[in-house]
């Protein structure tokens, strides 16, 4: 299974926004609201930002927001802060019950 | 609090086996489905295999369809993946992560808990 395409890194000022996409196709991202984003920092586990598209779960800041257009999926980060330096990758089910992930995006913030 | 503990990782031959373990504690965890989920050096996720609530639901990657096997043992709290014919590209750190949906077998919606990783490496 090809996994969803992400950018392989992006970067920002802090303060500023920024948005990370993560492309898929219509038996994936195109069919099912079933899109989730997670943070990682190097050496740690994967951190659940986003599900179900655009929601956030509990604890997590509205810096983080979801959204979905067709085939393509997005992760916006606002008022980026240092601490937002890390890999992100979305996910999204597939046709016959498969899980993809992106291949990760490397966010640097200057 | 939920945790999850993963052991079982280590060194296996090529064409080997191994059989990693998922201790689960914090939660119902007859409630859930759970998956594995790999991560190569360096590299990306990898969603590998998932389980219903019950056990009677197994979805596996293409990657790895025929080889291993997922389990669980609500009685023991503890989600197993059997590991068969491994091969070098096999070789990362294994997850037992959470479904974040409580009905049981939707574990594609996304994963709220994680495991901190057990390292399987596949060399001669």
């Known amino acids: 299974q090809s996994a969803l395409t992400q950018p392989a890194s992006v970067s920002g000022s802090p303060g500023q926004s920024i948005t990370i996409s993560c492309t898929g196709t219509?038996?994936?991202?195109?069919?099912?609201?079933?899109v989730s984003w997670y943070q990682q920092h190097p050496g740690r586990v994967p951190k659940l930002l986003i599900y179900?598209?655009?929601d956030r779960p509990s604890g997590i800041s509205d810096r983080f927001s979801g959204s979905k257009s067709v085939n393509t999926a997005s992760l916006t980060i606002s008022g980026l802060q240092a601490e937002d330096e890390a890999d992100y990758f979305c996910?999204?089910?597939?046709?016959?019950?498969?899980?993809?992930f992106g291949g990760g995006t490397k966010l640097t913030v200057l | 609090e939920v945790q999850l503990l993963e052991s079982g990782g280590g060194v296996a031959q090529p064409g080997g086996s191994l059989r990693l373990s998922c201790g689960a504690s914090?939660?119902?965890?007859?409630?859930?489905?759970m998956s594995w989920v790999r991560q190569a050096p360096g590299k990306g996720l990898e969603w590998v295999s998932a389980?219903?609530?019950?056990?009677?639901?197994?979805y596996y990657a293409d990657s790895v369809k025929g080889r291993f096997t997922i389990s669980r043992d609500n009685s023991k709290n503890t989600l197993y993946l059997q590991m068969n014919g491994l091969r070098a590209e096999d070789t990362a750190v294994y997850y037992c992560?959470?479904?974040?949906?409580?009905?049981?077998?939707?574990?594609?919606?996304?994963?709220?808990?994680w495991g901190q990783g057990t390292m399987v490496t596949v060399s001669s």
């Open positions: 219509s038996s994936d991202i195109g069919t099912y609201n079933r």
């Open positions: 179900d598209v655009s």
């Open positions: 389980i219903s609530n019950y056990g009677t639901g197994t």
């Open positions: 992560a959470k479904a974040f949906d409580s009905s049981g077998w939707r574990y594609e919606r996304a994963f709220d808990f």
């Open positions: 914090g939660f119902s965890f007859s409630t859930y489905a």
């Open positions: 996910s999204s089910q597939r046709i016959g019950s498969i899980l993809l």
